[in-house]
């Protein structure tokens, strides 16, 4: 029995039911349990997932930046797939915190976009940074090199997040609301059980596909690997250009 | 014989860069055409005699940074052809001398055109004409944010010359990347720039340029060897 499959696919049912409950629980909690606010009404309540979304596909970029680190001091393609994988996912969750975030804006400034915005415009250069790690990839033919770049790539862009926000954020006035500031928050008690659900489950889901990516990935590497054993060498199917790191040698 | 230090290998293939430049002359002459002909497009495009404030400071920095663009995109090419990069690996010679030398390289590029383009912008867009303080003071702006871009463009230069789609990569991936610099170079010169007399330059912005420049710097020099293996 191959070990790594077994590796990624084991818990992934529990781990998803998990997501499930309790994602369901935060959105339930934040629809029917935390007040309306008093400022915007009920359009306040994306605020349940924009924020959750935001700071999980930080934080998953923060994470593919790491393993990119670890895979420059390895080399362990391993590695390689955790960054690629953390990093596109990332870019699905972050499309989202924009899609929300602007949907919010309409809700509470009027507007579809607000520049003077600097949390949703430093975003939108997060997104369109991290939106070119695909084609980089893909425009890089020999796989060792690939993923040798892509992981240089990934701790750039994983170093600039920081950066750009603090100069997108010095160059407007604040009105982005400071939802999580540094005394611990501003959000009333009931508000905040309902946020910290959301954002714990939002946390597992991005656990669960990344788990799940993770889990197909091996596994169709296996298959790949076994059918070639199968097959003489020179029947074995030619392998097309690709963007995802492989694990085995082509 | 003894392998030569990494600031004398530097020097020498910043003294190669310069030579192939001075006899084939292609990054900077293209980098100076492009900026006047972008100064036209301009003219025409906010069909505007003169601009002034946060409209100066921003077509100079787009034309800065979109010429700046056409050097990173060639800043390697001649050596990944021609041989220069295997030529590099077989010297006994730490690999930072090859970051380095692109990037002074890349710096006194950006420095050349600028000696002639903003000159060229006073003359051609500009409305108010600023000071001997003034010039000064833009000089300094322009120096750190060359830095960055410098630093940052040796960086994606060299991942870009090693992809299909070499131009498209360098723009993808430098534009989002300078956008700080973008930010608060543009920030800075536009009080500079204004109608009403060039006011204070606000101090948090040259601050943020020093920061992203050291911060890049650090990074390039951390990761640049991993862009020259083979």
């Not at chain 1, 390895?74 to 915190?97: E, K, N, V």
């Not at chain 2, 050097?71 to 970051?99: K, Y």
């Not at chain 2, 990569?169 to 007399?197: K, N, Y």
Request: charged content about 15%.
């Amino acid at each position: 029995m191959p070990t790594s499959a077994k590796l990624y696919g084991t818990r992934l049912r529990g781990l998803a039911i998990a997501t499930f409950v309790i994602l369901t629980a935060g959105f339930a909690l934040a629809a029917f349990y935390a007040p309306i606010e008093a400022d915007q009404g009920f359009s306040q309540k994306i605020f349940y997932v924009h924020v959750p979304l935001a700071i999980v596909s930080l934080c998953g970029f923060i994470f593919g930046g790491i393993c990119a680190i670890q895979h420059l001091r390895t080399g362990d393609p391993r590695h390689d797939l955790r960054s690629y994988t953390a990093i596109h996912q990332s870019l699905i969750f972050c499309a989202g915190a924009l899609v929300t975030g602007s949907i919010w804006a309409k809700a509470a400034w009027g507007q579809w976009w607000v520049w003077d915005e600097p949390t949703l415009v430093s975003f939108l250069i997060v997104f369109l940074l991290y939106a070119t790690y695909q084609p980089l990839r893909f425009s890089i033919e020999d796989p060792e090199r690939q993923s040798r770049y892509a992981s240089v790539f990934a701790i750039v862009a994983g170093a600039f997040v920081p950066l750009n926000f603090a100069a997108v954020r010095l160059a407007n006035p604040l009105i982005h609301p400071r939802v999580l500031n540094s005394s611990g928050g501003s959000l009333p008690n009931d508000m905040r059980v309902a946020f910290y659900t959301c954002l714990v489950g939002m946390g597992l889901l991005f656990i669960t596909l990344w788990k799940y990516e993770m889990a197909s990935k091996h596994t169709r590497a296996q298959l790949r690997s076994l059918r070639r054993k199968l097959q003489s060498d020179d029947q074995a199917p030619v392998q097309g250009r690709s963007a995802a790191p492989r694990l085995t040698a082509p | 014989m003894s392998a030569p230090s990494t600031l004398g290998a530097a020097r020498a293939v910043f003294a190669k860069e310069l030579l192939l430049e001075r006899r084939a002359p292609q990054t900077l002459i293209a980098m100076t055409l492009f900026s006047a002909t972008t100064y036209v497009v301009f003219h025409f495009a906010l069909n505007r005699d003169s601009v002034a404030g946060n409209l100066a400071s921003g077509v100079l920095w787009v034309t800065i940074t979109l010429a700046s663009l056409l050097g990173i995109g060639r800043l390697f090419v001649s050596d990944r052809d021609e041989g220069g990069l295997e030529a590099f690996l077989l010297a006994p010679v730490d690999r930072s001398a090859l970051l380095l030398a692109k990037a002074a390289a890349l710096l006194s590029f950006l420095i050349a055109l600028e000696l002639v383009a903003v000159p060229l912008f006073a003359l051609l867009l500009l409305g108010p004409t600023p000071s001997v303080g003034t010039w000064l003071r833009l000089a300094l702006i322009l120096l750190l944010a060359d830095a960055g871009i410098a630093v940052v463009g040796t960086l994606v230069g060299a991942i870009a010359v090693q992809t299909r789609a070499r131009d498209l990569i360098t723009s993808l991936l430098a534009l989002p990347l300078l956008l700080p610099v973008v930010i608060g170079a543009a920030r800075s010169t536009a009080p500079l720039l204004s109608e009403l007399g060039a006011g204070t330059l606000p101090s948090r912005w040259p601050v943020v340029l020093g920061l992203y420049d050291l911060i890049f710097g650090l990074l390039a020099y951390a990761l640049f060897d991993y862009l020259v293996e083979d």
